[in-house]
């Protein structure tokens, strides 16, 4: 499926989505000492992870079907928050393969994918419509898509948060958790993916896949982030497109206890002012 960037009162483009819902080899610490079988089930605001995330795909004019990815969906049928989805004939369960890359890479490959796709994560809370429009809005035409936040967008709003930093030439990057892949020749990237998902911290560590020179320009700051991509998609033959979210909340997931304190005066900012 492919469009053109609308105006700002037209709909965005249509695209399905995947949420990344399973566990990591190894457990999660936050659920582990909650005694919460996987991740995505640690309540934020009184409600499950997961369950912000799918009603925020779910009510947007521009989602089509949700495709979840875990290893067991016993917990997610069992809980009060999630059960719902199960019913829902616009959400697919898919159980995951042995790594991120792989399950996204087998979804992909069946008769149920549809492009572009929208991968997230459930620990995206804070996922929002502005969110959803700036992203599909800015990813169109491209085969691949990656969300960032620029340091001074997240700092200016939010101090006290702290983040991982790409140091490019012209600015600072978090991840924002959101990627978009426009079509099928975007799956080539997962094997890339596949080598460095396991040491995701490490932002520098994929660029050594693609040779000693666009590393060295890249940790030398002689790129920015939009020549970096340009450089890493001309290798691939792809178009690769880096967005610069205008929402600070964007990068703001829930990977530790700080986090979900934030997450939550966040959450109750938002409510407050939607009752004003």
């Given amino acids: ?17 995947i949420i990344l819902a399973g566990s990591r080899p190894g457990g999660d610490a936050m659920a582990d000492n909650r005694g919460i079988a996987v991740k995505a089930l640690i309540p934020v605001a009184g409600k499950a992870m997961l369950a912000h995330v799918t009603a925020a795909l779910l009510r947007h004019r521009a989602i089509g079907n949700i495709h979840l990815l875990a290893q067991d969906f016993t917990p997610f049928w069992d809980n009060d928050d999630t059960r719902h989805l199960a019913s829902d004939d616009r959400v697919v369960a898919q159980t995951s393969a042995a790594t991120i890359a792989t399950s996204i890479d087998a979804l992909l490959g069946g008769e149920e994918a549809r492009y572009p796709m929208l991968i997230t994560t459930a620990d995206n809370v804070l ?10 809005g800015h990813a ?21 948060s702290k983040r991982t930093w790409l140091k ?3 600015g600072h990057y978090s991840g924002a958790n959101l990627f978009y892949f426009g079509s099928p020749k975007a799956r080539q990237i997962l094997r890339y993916w596949a080598e460095v998902e ?3 911290k490490k932002g520098w560590k994929i660029l050594t ?7 060295f320009l890249a940790v030398t700051r002689m790129l920015t982030v939009d020549q ?49």
């Fill in 140 to 160: 169109v035409s491209s085969d691949i898509a990656i969300a960032v936040v620029e340091k001074d967008v997240l700092l200016r709003r939010y101090p006290a």
């Fill in 198 to 200: 396991q040491d995701r």
């Fill in 168 to 170: 490019l030439r012209g």
């Fill in 209 to 215: 896949i693609f040779g000693p020179w666009l590393l």
């Fill in 127 to 136: 996922l929002s419509d502005a969110m959803v429009d700036d992203f599909l």
């Fill in 1 to 17: 499926m492919t469009g053109k960037k609308s105006d700002d009162n037209a709909a965005p483009e249509t695209a399905d989505a």
């Fill in 228 to 276: 970096l991509a340009a450089r890493v998609g001309k290798k691939l033959g792809l178009t690769i497109r880096i967005v610069k979210m205008a929402q600070a909340e964007a990068c703001i997931d829930v990977d530790k206890d700080s986090d979900l304190e934030m997450v939550e005066q966040i959450i109750a900012a938002r409510n407050e002012a939607g009752s004003a």
